[in-house]
């Protein structure tokens, strides 16, 4: 079936540092593809998508890109700041029938920020 | 602003209690969706529901059952709880739409003694 695989945490860097999460899946057909973020206390929320091959997905300074050929979805971020500590989950939908849709999770990855 | 809300941030239970976890939204979406999470483990898909007085089972659904009576409410039951359902819960609903993305609820942390 389908399954997403990511690096796993925790990730400690310091501010302003360059930014990996590694993601790659394993699909039938071609799913959509998802970062999702949760920070501390909260609930998930969408961080970006893309929807098709070579798509770029963006958002606060974030990126990934849905490669086919390698079946990755990278996040990457240029330059980290103290309230991007967080833990990133990476995603991608599976259809359930005509009208719907569930996401399969990563086990996701905690990122940390030093000062 | 979109929301889903859960009845309770933080819920102690003993063992063999039935337990209901609630969660609302008001986004008029049709699919609810019941996932509960553990370290390591990420997100898993107990029940989703794509239309009133529907419920399909997830991944793990042994243990648990739902109930949708109305679009916006989907309960999550656990009839008799044990030590190993303890767990932070997230709801999340969605449109009826390819792909779409999920909106997710602050999540319900049961404890079961």
């Known amino acids: 079936g389908n399954s997403v695989t990511q690096m796993e945490g925790p990730v400690t860097l310091s501010e302003e540092a360059f930014l990996t999460i590694n993601c790659t899946y394993t699909a039938t057909g071609y799913p959509s593809l998802f970062w999702y973020v949760q920070y501390p206390g909260e609930g998930l929320q969408l961080l970006l998508k893309?929807?098709?091959?070579?798509d770029k997905g963006s958002n606060k300074g974030f990126e990934a890109t849905y490669r086919k050929e390698t079946t990755s979805f990278h996040l990457e971020k240029g330059s980290v700041q103290v309230s991007d500590s967080a833990v990133y989950f990476c995603?991608?939908?599976?259809?359930?029938?005509?009208?719907?849709?569930?996401?399969?999770f990563g086990s996701g990855t905690r990122l940390s920020i030093r000062p | 602003d979109v929301k889903v809300t859960q009845s309770s941030r933080y819920l102690v239970k003993r063992t063999g209690e039935k337990v209901f976890l609630e969660c609302v939204q008001d986004?008029?979406?049709?699919?609810m969706f019941w996932y509960r999470q553990d370290p390591g483990l990420g997100l898993r898909l107990i029940y989703f529901?794509?239309?009133?007085?529907?419920?399909e089972k997830g991944d793990i659904p042994e243990g648990y059952s739902v109930s949708r009576e109305k679009k916006e409410r989907f309960s999550l039951i656990l009839e008799s709880a044990s030590t190993n359902q303890t767990s932070m819960y997230l709801c999340a609903s969605s449109p009826a739409l390819e792909d779409n993305e999920q909106f997710f609820g602050p999540g319900t942390r049961l404890t079961v003694l």
């Open positions: 995603a991608l939908s599976d259809r359930i029938g005509s009208s719907a849709s569930k996401i399969i």
């Open positions: 986004m008029d979406h049709e699919n």
């Open positions: 529901s794509y239309d009133v007085k529907m419920k």
């Open positions: 893309a929807t098709k091959a070579d």
